[in-house]
DNA sequence: GCTGAAATTATACACTTGAATAATTGCTGC
DNA sequence: GCAGCAATTATTCAAGTGTATAATTTCAGC
């Protein structure tokens, strides 16, 4: 008469977020392959079976959590915005900053990075949300972009700035990703510095290190 | 009396580099986890059984695997080297325009390098490969920075290049990603001028588009 | 306190995985 | 040609996978 374990009920809410963060950190710590519904179930303290009440497939699962994921680092980003001062100079300096530094860089952030940016190629709807959060990031940067131009008084046709934009994003997306996957490479506050004087010089303006 | 399946005896070099091959393609179309021993050995047109013949474990033949798409990349890199003009400036324009358009921007290319950045945080060898291979194509970079900035008669102190390099792979990286898993975001040629007219201000060299 | 519905666990199953071993075949050197 | 060695195939196995289903337990409403 092995007792059967005992388990509280939690709300479905509650109950879904639990296994799609057991998901995340699954992946995020051995990849896609480790996230198996065992070892979802297992960190979060749960049956596997459970799983299949709250999603239909494992499938199911993952596509949520990467939804969550993306979700979260879009609202991160979003909520590291308020915190920025109001003059656009210093506020594009402050957003270069963020991108660059922790908590934004971030291993297990990366992790998880890489591992739906393999799905992409050939996944539709991974695309459509990468797409989807990849141009809300770059237009928002164009925004304070053309308004740090304005700001100094430089000329700023949008053709340019769109460009301009563009070629940020990559830069920013680049020291992310070196930073965060190969930190002992860069001194404390080196990125920082290597971002803003890079920014000055792609802007032509004057950036506060 | 089925017949067995009839074979040829390939030299031991040809079929490690035949199962080295289909290991890159499998995981190109389907991820590390589409990458198994079945996979791999039908679309070498090969009996599983035969892996275990030229690798100890599958995770040797993933690991060689890795190890030929980087040297892969390195000496494909340094062979287009070999076709760019001679003049400094030129040179490093060419270089840029290789780095952000076909061949080397491609899909399949993307893929694979998001799965072996999965790894990297969490393998050592992997790591290791990562750094080594970054150092390298950054170094080659930093040069030819130096030497355009010589032949402009531009003020170049090792630390600014140093840190101009930094930029400078960084925004190449994340140019190349976004081409290689949005080519549909960008016209003919626009990634092109967008990278030269970004490290024409970065430099503040006349790079010819 | 009961009761009933829903959440959760337990168990089972069919299938895939990587690996090990035995049986056969192709090919090289004579 | 033929002998023998090594490359290759065929077969097997134990472990792990996702999923389905039945058995139980929790807890809200009365």
Known sequence: MTARRTFIRAGEE???LALIDATLDCIAEGGPQAATVRAIALKAGV?????????DTKEDL?????????????????AA?????????ARLA?????AVTPPVVDPRAMALWAAS???VPRDAAMRDVHEATYL??????????????????????????????IAGNALLDGLWIEASVLPDQF???????IAIRAFARLLDLKLSE
Chains 1, 2 share one sequence.
């Open 117 to 119: 940016m393999q799905l």
């Open 94 to 98: 402050g957003f270069i900053t963020n």
């Open 81 to 89: 915005l308020d915190d920025l001062p109001a003059d656009p100079v």
């Open 47 to 55: 049956t596997p079976g459970l799983i299949k009440h709250y999603f």
């Open 136 to 165: 809300a990031f770059r237009d928002r940067l164009e925004r304070m972009i053309a308004n740090a131009l304005a700001a100094a008084g430089k000329p700023h046709d949008t053709a340019t700035t769109r460009a301009l934009a």
């Open 187 to 193: 001194a404390q506050g080196e990125m920082r510095s």
């Open 14 to 16: 509650a109950r879904r």
């Open 62 to 78: 993952v596509a949520s959590a990467h939804e969550t994921l993306m979700t979260r680092m879009t609202e991160a980003s979003a």
